[in-house]
């Protein structure tokens, strides 16, 4: 392999997770569209994906689809949990944001706790969605479940615009998150939003675990680094921006490759750090601009 | 309550024995102390190595104990944290005030502690390597070499790969090891061609692995524990890369799902007790099957390796405490350093003042998993 085959690589490499990154994004911004809140049980979602399903399918032998679903659903299932149980008593209590923040952040720690009560500390995974060999470009692999990753990602975010921008309950959503007040008076049932803001981000966070898992392994600890990346992933793409919070992604896992390949991979968390920091310094409202 | 001075006396006194003898109770229990990451990446192995210690000691106190004394194990969670661990240690030195510590693989939290555990006069018997002062911490770990020349051996004898990579992640016993490879690999004729580091939550290796391939490495020396060595192999297949993938000491159960994917390409350090059925006949093999009765009646088929050397740091305590007569840490430690042809699980235990690192012979082979079973590499 030549060098330009090899920087070449790192950078599909680079694509490849930062897909993920971006997908993890994309969960934090349908919270926040809808709420105003950052939601940091955002990598236990992620956990669920893809344990639920790899549980699903080897302890009670479904089908890979089947279980996936079943996975979905119970994220979902969780996510609503997680609003009702310590999102929704905070809210009705106008606490400040950060204190749900925080909440969510315990929320993240007590999932984390109760996968591995119940499924155990064994890493696990998934075996990829078509089994086929990378595609090889020259020297270059690609590798066949980043390009459904990829799609996956796509069609989420054309799927996410249309629904935000032309459906009643998208533009409710975000109504409820300008002004929470002003969207009781019109009628919108604004506790009703946020349940659905919160299930509909779980579903995403598990969508991702589950297009993640075949490439690397999923244990019930993985939540936590995934939702820093998924979380600088959108502060890069403009908070709130779900193509932001994709292309964010994207440039997150490049910058990271090219740290490893240049710098080595102590350097990986310090280039993607000091992007952050960069951002947050000189384009705090991200590439697309913050939907605030 | 009492009305008479007789009944307040009699209440008194036997409120007073009651409390002596729960008092004397305690002091007749040896307190064995674990720090243990039963949670983080040194989990798999760290729970292990946990239940081969109180699986010695239920086996040891089933037979009256050590010298009539019972044994008590006391175990705390470090989380694979270094900072976590000082913490664990603290309490139960101050707290549980235990006699002993047979603690787990967590090398950076037990050279943090080791000072203070020093000061406490408290011998300990470590899964990890041991901390720089080592004047109370011995070690049931062979030394770091071992499984690295173990592998460049198996290269250099059953393969025609002389240029390797090695991936190692930054806890003090994967440092060592890398060290030691970069030092021995020209002995067996083979090149390190390329470093490269990784950290236990990395989602994504290809870089890494590509680097090695285009160093021009026909294998990848992993050192280090954890879910890491599926996202390795998961990575190699995605590569399409045709480098074979040797693994550092590690749990079977994480191993299995790795050679689903990478099949005979993927390589692993055994330790005698993970290929027990197809060890040679001997001493060895003989002490593993003494541990793996009450394993097995337990456990069943869990990986017994880790737990197995967890099982001999209570022996080893147990045969110091003995030859010495003593339950006193001064004693226990002055005693350990005696031990000499000690036949543990993993080999056999040398000590003295000098050398609390007791296994001085590799016991180590190269291992598959070839349709589901444990083989030795051929």
Known sequence: MDNISLVLQSLISGISIGCVYGLIGIGFCVIYNASGIVNFAQGAFVMIGGMATSVLMTDFQLPYAAAAIGAIIIAGIVGA????????????????????????????????????????????????????????????AVNIQSLWILASSLIIIAALNVFFKTSRTGKAMRAVSINAEAAVLQGIPVSRMLT????????????????????????????????????????????????????GGIALGVIQSMAILELGAGFKNVAALSLLLLFLFFRPSGLLGSTR | ???????????????????????AQADDVFKVGISAGLTGYAATVDRAWSDGVQTAVDTLNAKGGIMGRKLEVVVEDNRSNPQEAVTVYRKMVSSDEVNLFASGCVSAGNAAAAPMVAKAEIPMILCSILPKDAAWAFTTLPPAGFEIEKRFEYLRDKTDIRKVGVLHDPTPYALLQKDVAQKVAATYGIEVVSVEAY????????????????AGAGAVMKIGLGGTTLTA???????????????????????????????????????????????????????????????????????PNWASRGWDSIMLAAKAIEAGQSFEG??????????????G??????????????????????????????????
């Open chain 1, 196 to 247: 659905l803001a919160f299930v509909i981000s779980a579903m995403l966070g598990a969508i991702a675990g589950i297009l993640l898992t075949p490439t690397q392994y999923t244990a019930f600890n993985v939540g936590v680094p995934f939702a820093i990346s998924g979380f600088i992933a959108a502060i890069i793409g403009g908070f709130g921006r779900p193509l932001g919070a994709f292309i």
């Open chain 2, 345 to 378: 699980t993993t080999g056999s235990y040398d000590m003295s003042a000098e050398k609390h690192q007791g296994i001085s012979t590799n016991p180590f082979v190269v291992a598959q998993i070839i349709e589901g079973k444990v083989r030795i590499a051929q």
């Open chain 1, 81 to 140: 949990a997680v609003e009702r149980l310590v999102v929704r008593p905070l809210w009705n209590r106008n606490v400040a944001i950060f204190v749900m923040i925080l909440a969510t952040l315990a929320a993240q720690i007590v999932i984390e706790r109760m996968a591995y009560i119940l499924v155990g500390d064994q890493p696990k995974t998934l075996p990829p969605v078509s089994d086929l060999p990378p595609m090889m470009l020259g020297g270059v």
């Open chain 2, 330 to 343: 001064s004693a226990i430690r002055d005693n350990l350093e005696k031990i000499t042809g000690f036949q």
């Open chain 2, 199 to 214: 950290k236990q939550d990395d989602a994504d290796l290809s870089v890494q692995l590509s680097k090695m391939q285009a």
């Open chain 2, 233 to 303: 192999a998961k990575n190699l297949k995605q590569l399409g890369s045709p480098m074979l993938l040797l693994t550092s000491l590690e749990d079977l159960a994480v191993f299995k799902p790795v050679a689903e994917v990478l099949g005979d390409k993927f390589f692993f350090v055994a330790s005698p007790s993970q290929v027990y059925e197809v060890y040679p006949d001997g001493g060895l093999k003989t002490a593993i099957g003494e541990f793996l009765e009450p394993w097995r009646a337990k456990f069943g088929d869990r990986d």
């Open chain 2, 1 to 23: 309550m009492f009305k008479t001075a007789f009944g307040r006396q009699f209440f008194a006194s036997v409120v007073s024995v009651v409390a002596l003898s729960s008092a």
